[in-house]
């Protein structure tokens, strides 16, 4: 199966993180490697560069005809709306334009959910200006002023959107929210692409991507006793230490990708869903409490997980210790909702399955594709007594740690009001209450 080419441009840009461009004489001087080093753009070293960056890194990932190559934004925006891949919604690996009419500023969009956008940007600052000094990870608000609209690359592998006039539309997949490939894709991609500068380079053969070497120096390594101290050409080097999967930028940084968010398990001693034949869980079941937690009947408890790449689910599971009983017919009930409040599933009547003790594999009614991103596992109880289900805490809904830092529609365990009879089919996400139950779920 050929590579998908989206993770590929996301690892080159995001290898090239913390790097400047020149300093002279008390300023920054716009002199970059990425108007050397891409054709034809030589002769605008000097001047801004975010375009010129977005068109190295598509060359640099082996895509190079999926991308405007050039200096002006708005040569950017036209590019892509003369090929109809224009869009007002953000996608995954998109090219984003910001300013008026597109023309002052432009990134590729890693990560996207239904208030905000993270992107990769080069000529930007901290502060996220549009003439900045170097390439930073940015995180904007969808709707802010600046962001004008984005550039959709016609991937091999298709595109996800956010775009609802692109449901069903071959070659796009639409999804609400998409936090971007794991960083097990990431890697995969990292190395990949490794440090080959090529006009027409190819990377979408087949290639083991667990010990690859490529020409012009070592781009990815097993097992190092020590971080390497430098990258060849200049580029990003992908490594394994103590078991810890890790890379070393082009600007020297070392980040821990057991720590960055993203894939199913992180260190080798560590376990994750995938090592239990799950697809996503909202919390390791280990770190279960002795007593578990009873429901309280007619109320919907909500419990986040979070998928880092697109999956097929067709069963919930739980953990029950103490079977329920007197549990009524058609009013318990698992679901899956979407981050905004969407059901996308729902299991047949479980006040039989729920009658007993034992580790439940819930299977939903129909089978959802599932793109990246947030989830809610839905459980309804109604009956005489509750089932007894496993959980990581029970401290009172007075007090979520579960919830820390987080904000009214994002919690990771939440619940509705009571006197609920079944399932709906939307819920308002807003609305449902920080719960402490911190019930374990897992989709499969």
């Given at each position: 199966m050929a590579n998908p080419q989206m993770p590929q441009v996301i690892a080159v840009g995001m290898s090239q993180v913390g790097y400047r461009e020149g300093y002279v004489e008390g300023g920054w001087n716009n002199n970059v490697r990425?108007?050397?080093?891409?054709?034809?753009?030589?002769?605008?070293?000097?001047?801004?560069?975010?375009?010129?960056?977005t068109s190295w890194i598509a060359m640099r990932a082996g895509?190079?005809?999926?991308?405007?190559?050039?200096?002006?934004c708005s040569a950017g925006v036209a590019w892509f709306q003369a090929a109809s891949?224009?869009?007002?919604?953000?996608?995954?690996?998109?090219?984003?334009?910001?300013?008026?009419?597109?023309?002052?500023?432009?990134?590729i969009v890693y990560a996207y959910d239904a208030t905000y956008i993270w992107t990769i940007e080069g000529n930007t600052s901290d502060n996220g200006s549009t003439?900045?000094?170097?390439?930073?990870?940015?995180?904007?608000?969808?709707?802010d002023a600046i962001v004008y609209g984005y550039g959709l690359p016609a991937y091999a592998e298709g595109i996800t959107t956010a775009d609802t006039a692109l449901k069903g539309v071959s070659g796009y997949t639409y999804a609400a929210s998409n936090l971007g490939p794991s960083r097990a894709v990431l890697a995969k991609a990292g190395m990949l692409v490794g440090n080959l500068v090529a006009e027409n380079l190819s990377v979408n053969g087949t290639a083991n991507a667990d010990r690859l070497h490529l020409a012009g120096g070592v781009v990815a390594m097993d097992n190092v006793t020590a971080a390497p101290t430098s990258s060849p050409m200049g580029g990003a080097v992908w490594y394994s230490q103590g078991g810890i999967p890790k890379v070393r930028t082009g600007s020297g940084t070392v980040i821990d990708l057991s720590s960055t968010g993203g894939g199913t398990s992180t260190a080798t001693n560590e376990f994750g869903p995938a090592d239990h034949g799950l697809v996503a869980w909202t919390m390791n079941p280990a770190s279960c409490t002795p007593s578990g937690t009873t429901l309280s009947a007619g109320v919907i408890y909500f419990l986040e997980v979070i998928l880092r790449s697109s999956a097929t689910i067709s069963s919930l599971c739980a953990v029950i210790g103490t079977a329920g009983s007197g549990l009524t017919s058609g009013q318990c009930l698992a679901?899956?909702?979407?981050?905004?409040?969407?059901?996308?599933?729902?299991?047949?009547?479980?006040s039989t399955t729920w009658n007993s003790a034992g580790d439940k594999t819930m299977a939903l009614t129909s089978s959802y594709s599932?793109?990246?991103?947030?989830?809610y596992v839905a459980l309804l109880f109604a009956g005489t007594t509750s089932p007894t289900f496993a959980c990581g805490s029970t401290l009172g809904n007075a007090f979520t740690p579960g919830n820390a830092h987080l904000t009214s529609g994002s919690y990771r365990f939440c619940r509705s009001a009571s006197g609920q009879t079944s399932l709906p089919a939307s819920y308002t996400m807003t609305s449902a209450t920080p719960d402490a139950n911190n019930v374990w779920a897992a989709v499969a």
């Open positions: 990425y108007a050397d080093e891409v054709p034809g753009l030589s002769v605008y070293q000097g001047q801004s560069w975010c375009m010129t960056f895509v190079p005809t999926l991308f405007p190559r050039g200096v002006d891949r224009w869009s007002w919604y953000p996608a995954v690996g998109a090219q984003v334009f910001y300013g008026d009419s597109g023309s002052e500023h432009t990134g003439e900045g000094d170097g390439v930073y990870l940015r995180k904007r608000r969808r709707a679901g899956l909702y979407t981050a905004s409040g969407t059901r996308v599933g729902v299991t047949a009547d479980m599932a793109a990246a991103g947030k989830y």
